[in-house]
């Protein structure tokens, strides 16, 4: 605590100090709150952001209106996917700006074992198991908890994410984003970011998996042309992380795809959709048949409705 000078003149210059910092200090605040920008500056950059890719969503690789990319960081990697949904922005809003729903859109990845959202937590939490592409007692499996934040809702945009501190093989850090806003026929612009941090221990897992499961899997960027005139695709660690991010965006599609349905047939139609659209890419994420997977993924969430 700072004690007020005795001297008049000392007292009238301390409390014009105090006036100035006090000023500076909202000033300071006023400043990164304009930094960060209104809710609609965040949708106006998403809908530019839409408009820039135009071309590359109407005619590209994946035969659909998305585009994906990756990145290799000091111990970090990255992917993220903008994609244009064919969904009205409330019903996508309303399915994933919700913790309970997100557990339906992570099950139907390969290596998600089980996905509850505790209700008796203080905040928004998801505790994930995850494992091979097999189905695995839990004892055997990685725990996983990601806090849930919606950091922005409006009737026209929202931004959530997943975060998780530590993660399977050494990793960390993990960030599952999606903002979305409202474009013109009324259909939703979507971007995915999927990203973890890894320390020693990750990178010689990393590269233990590289060598032996992973070895010859690419992802799905391209970097340049086979003898044979076949694309060519990058590899290692970004051949994963693209793998990945194609795997959580094919989810959250799948999800929101059989909203449609009735209620008692949208579980089967998301498990038959997501594993239709994942052997559209076999190069890259075909590992099981489809008998193989649905029953894997039936057993899954037979455990997760009696197991809480």
């Known amino acids: 605590m700072i004690a007020s000078p005795k001297h008049p ?42 408009a820039d890719l135009g071309q590359q969503l109407s005619g590209n690789q994946f035969h659909r209106p998305i585009v994906l990319d990756s990145a290799e960081f000091p111990a970090r990697l990255q992917g993220e996917i903008y994609a244009l949904l064919d969904y009205p922005f409330a019903g996508v809003s309303a399915a994933l700006t919700g913790p309970a729903h997100w557990c339906d859109v992570l099950i139907l990845h390969l290596n998600t074992q089980y996905c509850h959202a505790p209700t008796d937590k203080v905040g928004s939490l998801l505790v994930v198991s995850i494992g091979k592409k097999s189905y695995q007692e839990l004892d055997e499996t990685h725990l996983v908890e990601f806090a849930y934040h919606v950091a922005t809702t409006t009737p026209e945009y929202f931004d959530v994410s997943l975060n998780a501190k530590t993660g399977p093989m050494g990793t960390s850090d993990y960030l599952i984003g999606v903002q979305a806003v409202a474009v013109q026929g009324g259909k939703t612009f979507l971007h995915l970011t999927y990203s973890y941090a890894y320390g020693f221990v990750g990178s010689l897992a990393m590269q233990t998996y590289l060598a032996t499961l992973g070895s010859g899997k690419v992802g799905f960027t391209r970097a340049g042309k086979q003898s044979d005139g076949q694309p060519d695709y990058i590899g290692g660690v970004r051949g994963v992380v693209e793998r990945n991010t194609m795997r959580y965006y094919l989810a959250i599609d799948a999800y929101l795809g059989a909203l449609s349905a009735p209620p008692s047939e949208q579980l089967d139609k998301r498990l038959q959709s997501w594993f239709t659209a994942t052997e559209f890419y076999p190069r890259q994420l075909h590992e099981v048949d489809r008998a193989a997977y649905l029953d894997m993924k039936r057993r899954e969430l037979l455990r997760m409705q009696t197991l809480p």
């Open 9 to 50: 003149r000392r007292c009238c210059l301390f409390r014009w100090l105090t006036r100035v910092l006090v000023a500076s200090l909202i000033g300071v605040v006023a400043g990164q709150a304009a930094a960060a920008g209104p809710e609609t500056n965040s949708a106006a950059a998403l809908r530019a952001r839409y």
